[in-house]
């Protein structure tokens, strides 16, 4: 049990482009997903907390008409990266929260995003 | 906000020793500990947690004990082997969204 999944794994755009990134809770609803960027070795930064049926919740210094967070339904959250440049390029994971299990936060594999 | 803090940044250990990593939070307010297990290029994974109403938690090798007084909780494996070999991270929880605030992590590495 709580399996999150996420898609694509690995993508290489062309700056200016848009990305979009799907996390998906595959045996449980989610009401709350979170974001985050890691960068190489480093620790987990959380991006935005992405809440079903309402506005994304975002962190101090983080663009919301940058990364777009929507969370229409109990099992998906999308990141949307817009105009992507090569200093967006990292590795975003998100996580969902399962309320049945205590409230545990359960992670995604993860998306390599690469902007040439 | 929340602030935590994770000593040390890596750590070597001798196949079957114990290894111990350390955390400090500073909100009081936080209930909620989890230890996250994080292999090269892969998700972290959920090893261990404990909540504020407990002293300590173990499962198997693995044990987690909090001191809410003076906010710090720690990581203990015994036994270990090479397989632990992983990034260690511990978080705490702040607002009411359940948001994680997470350590620096601890790189440890099992030797032969």
């Known amino acids: 049990g709580a399996v999150v999944s996420q898609h694509p794994s690995r993508v290489i755009c062309k700056s200016g482009t848009s990305v979009k990134i799907e996390c998906r809770s595959l045996?449980?609803?989610?009401?709350?997903m979170f974001w985050y960027r890691q960068f190489p070795k480093k620790s987990l930064m959380l991006m935005a907390t992405?809440?079903?049926?309402?506005?994304?919740?975002?962190e101090q210094g983080v663009e919301k008409d940058k990364f777009l967070i929507n969370h229409a339904s109990l099992t998906l959250s999308t990141l949307t990266v817009t105009s992507a440049h090569p200093e967006d390029s990292s590795f975003y994971i998100c996580s969902a929260r399962d309320g049945l299990a205590g409230g545990k936060q359960f992670f995604g594999p993860g998306t390599r995003l690469t902007v040439l | 906000g929340e602030n935590v803090e994770q000593h040390p940044s890596t750590l070597s250990v001798q196949e079957g020793d114990s290894a111990v990593i350390k955390c400090t939070y500073s909100?009081?307010?936080?209930?909620?500990f989890p230890w996250y297990k994080q292999e090269l290029g892969k998700r972290p994974q959920l090893i261990i947690d404990i909540r504020s109403n407990v002293g300590e938690k173990k499962d198997q090798r693995i044990a987690v004990t909090l001191n809410k007084t003076a906010k710090h909780f720690s990581l203990h494996i015994t036994e270990t082997q090479p397989e632990d070999s992983a990034v260690y991270f511990c978080?705490?929880?702040?607002?009411?969204?359940?948001?994680?605030?997470f350590g620096t992590g601890t790189r440890l590495q099992v030797t032969l």
């Open positions: 909100d009081s307010a936080s209930n909620y």
């Open positions: 045996d449980f609803q989610a009401t709350t």
């Open positions: 978080a705490a929880n702040t607002g009411t969204a359940s948001k994680l605030t």
């Open positions: 992405s809440n079903e049926g309402s506005k994304a919740t975002y």
